[in-house]
């Protein structure tokens, strides 16, 4: 009898994938965030730029699920691929040529956003299917790992990389990583079994329906998904704050950035291995999440009070924690959800996060043009404290729940 094991050929092809694309993708984002900020000075114009990223998110998922719902989602994820690439490249070669432009960088921002929303619902959508049956905590534990894994390598090497190169040629690298993580993805088998594969306006329509109706009757699944979106709103708010801080303070700037948040996601990765070889009891998963995320929220609050040395035990500590969250939530989210109506869900999902992180990011923005940094960061983590009691500590009946299902049936 063949042992079952999580590295089928299929999730070794898109974990490999996902890791190549990532490597670029983390590069990008750290320098992108610096630069607007460095040509700028102003964290409202770097909010409004961040929050441009999200208006293709609050607009296209909720159009696009039905239509990924009906169609196979694998030549989604690789087509994307393959025109980020070149878009990419494209971004890249206008570096070398022209200066910076805030109108251009926006622009770039919208297009990338645009086609990045449709892939994020493409492959969230697929993602469980490609994870052998009994594995779903250990494969949600890889995937968690990923980005911080490569955060925590690619960040100090992009800080440096940034300022030898510049902004273009690293584009291009990520270009050329996008096409091999694509050419990876092809090799991808998987029999996807959707509806009709023409689209039907009225059935779209049912298909809407069908989605905001099965998430009004899952009032745990409402209240964790918009709490998320409260706290990721705010932690995307404050990262431009943080941002701001680094590059304003004199003894900080971008490379104590880069390694700042390099040993956050270092502590991401040991408890992610953690996480993977030893996962979370069933019945002790809603209790850990919670203090989690309340601990996350304070650690936030007090994190630029303190010495730099203190900032790095800070952020080492909350990596551990955040990939304790965030694989909790998913494994138990994502096979808590029927397939038939993951898509939907997750565009819901990309919906209501889009949203409140636009708002949050001008909002907290603008204030940080008036604020004190440090208190604007304090008083939107004790903010938090207070969202996580009211929707998630209240609704522990609902949301438990979640967490002690295995698998729910289609």
């Not at 390598?153 to 291009?172: E, Q």
């Not at 889009?354 to 604020?371: D, K, N, P, W």
Request: aromatic content about 16%; charged content about 15%; some cysteine.
């Amino acid at each position: 009898m063949q042992k079952q094991t999580l590295w089928t050929k299929n999730f070794t092809i898109i974990t490999l994938g996902t890791i190549i694309s990532s490597i670029g993708s983390v590069a990008m984002n750290f320098v992108l965030s610096f630069v607007v900020f460095d040509q700028t000075q102003s964290t409202f114009l770097a909010g409004l730029f961040a929050a441009i990223s999200f208006v293709p998110r609050f607009v296209l998922p909720v159009f696009l699920s039905s239509v990924l719902d009906r169609f196979p989602r694998m030549p989604w994820i690789v087509g994307l691929d393959f025109l980020n690439g070149a878009l990419y490249a494209l971004f890249g070669l206008y570096c070398l040529l022209f200066s910076f432009s805030f109108g251009v960088y926006a622009a770039f921002s919208l297009l990338i956003a645009t086609t990045g929303s449709v892939y994020e619902i493409a492959y969230e959508s697929v993602y469980p299917n490609l994870i052998p049956d009994g594995f779903y905590e250990q494969g949600y534990t890889v995937s968690s790992m990923i980005y911080p894994t490569i955060t925590m390598v690619m960040t100090p090497v992009a800080s440096l990389l940034y300022t030898r190169f510049g902004v273009g040629w690293i584009a291009i690298v990520y270009a050329v990583l996008l096409t091999i993580a694509a050419m990876f993805e092809q090799k991808i088998r998987l029999e996807e079994r959707r509806g009709e594969g023409w689209f039907d306006f009225k059935a779209y329509v049912q298909d809407l329906k069908n989605g905001f109706s099965y998430l009004r009757r899952e009032k745990g699944l409402l209240a964790m998904y918009v709490s998320i979106a409260i706290s990721q709103g705010t932690g995307s708010g404050e990262q431009n704050l943080m941002i701001a801080y680094f590059s304003k303070t004199p003894g900080l700037g971008m490379v104590k950035y880069s390694l700042f948040s390099g040993i956050e996601f270092a502590g991401r990765t040991l408890s992610g291995l953690l996480n993977y070889k030893f996962p979370p009891q069933k019945r002790y998963r809603f209790a850990v999440y919670i203090f989690v995320m309340m601990t996350y929220a304070l650690f936030d609050g007090c994190l630029l009070w303190l010495p730099f040395a203190l900032m790095c035990v800070n952020r080492f500590v909350v990596g551990m924690l955040g990939i304790t969250s965030i694989t909790i939530r998913s494994s138990s989210v994502q096979t808590y959800i029927p397939d038939s109506m993951r898509a939907k869900l997750n565009a819901f999902v990309a919906f209501v996060y889009a949203l409140a992180t636009m708002v949050f990011q001008l909002g907290i923005g603008a204030l940080g043009e008036i604020v004190p940094i440090r208190l604007l960061i304090a008083g939107t983590s004790v903010g938090l404290v207070g969202v996580y009691a009211l929707l998630l500590v209240r609704n522990r009946k609902h949301i438990e729940p979640i967490f002690l299902l295995e698998k729910k049936s289609d």
